[in-house]
């Protein structure tokens, strides 16, 4: 398996050899929306809370007599039925949200994504992501002349000049390889790699 190396103009100047069990996988879409679910549940911080009808400020008068109104009778202020009233099934931060996923199949899931990718040539390969100085101007620069809007670059190890220069561009996210997911694989229009990540991803995930 060969993938498409591009220069600093975005030109294709070569090919990189890889991993034909990475990046020549066969797509297996239930696998990846799989992949993919279990790794936003596991990102949400469950920290959402509401009252039960105990815990609710209010009166514990009963708001009218039993009899004789011709209303429903009623006892409490609190009751889920009313407007401000407690919730009959409330949500709690102990709620549990994660889904657990099988090494196995997180590796292929990922292989799945990242041969999908250069199937669909949004995936190249460049020498190295460097940046001299900590400019979010130059750097933005840089991706321009790669003809990119949108991309995501992964590298082996994160520069402090690239993520000083990177984190306030909207449309561009620079992770470590170890630090990859499916999500962002997936979000991005164009995925660019290192020599180096390639040879990371490979061992991590071959």
Do not use: C
Request: no cysteine; net charge positive; aromatic share 8%.
């Amino acid at each position: 398996m060969e993938l498409k190396l591009i220069d600093a103009q975005g030109q294709v100047a070569g090919a990189v050899a890889a991993s034909d069990a990475l990046f020549a996988r066969e797509y297996n879409k239930d696998l990846v929306h799989q992949l993919v679910t279990a790794f936003l549940a596991n990102a949400r911080s469950g920290n959402r809370s509401q009252l039960t009808r105990a815990e609710v400020k209010h009166s514990t008068k009963k708001p009218w007599r039993q009899k004789g109104t011709g209303r429903a009778r009623s006892g409490m202020t609190s009751s889920p039925l009313w407007r401000s009233g407690g919730r009959a099934f409330p949500n709690k931060p102990d709620e549990n949200f994660t889904q657990k996923v099988n090494r196995k199949m997180y590796r292929a899931g990922m292989a799945a994504i990242l041969s999908q990718l250069v199937r669909d040539e949004r995936l190249f390969v460049i020498d190295e992501l460097s940046a001299a100085t900590p400019k979010t101007k130059a750097f933005a620069e840089q991706v321009k002349n790669l003809g990119m809007e949108q991309v995501l670059f992964i590298t082996k190890q994160l520069d402090e000049n690239v993520y000083l220069s990177s984190r306030n561009l909207p449309n561009v996210l620079v992770l470590e390889a170890q630090q990859t997911d499916p999500y962002n694989l997936l979000r991005f229009k164009k995925v660019v790699l290192t020599k180096a990540a390639v040879a990371q991803l490979e061992e991590q995930w071959v």
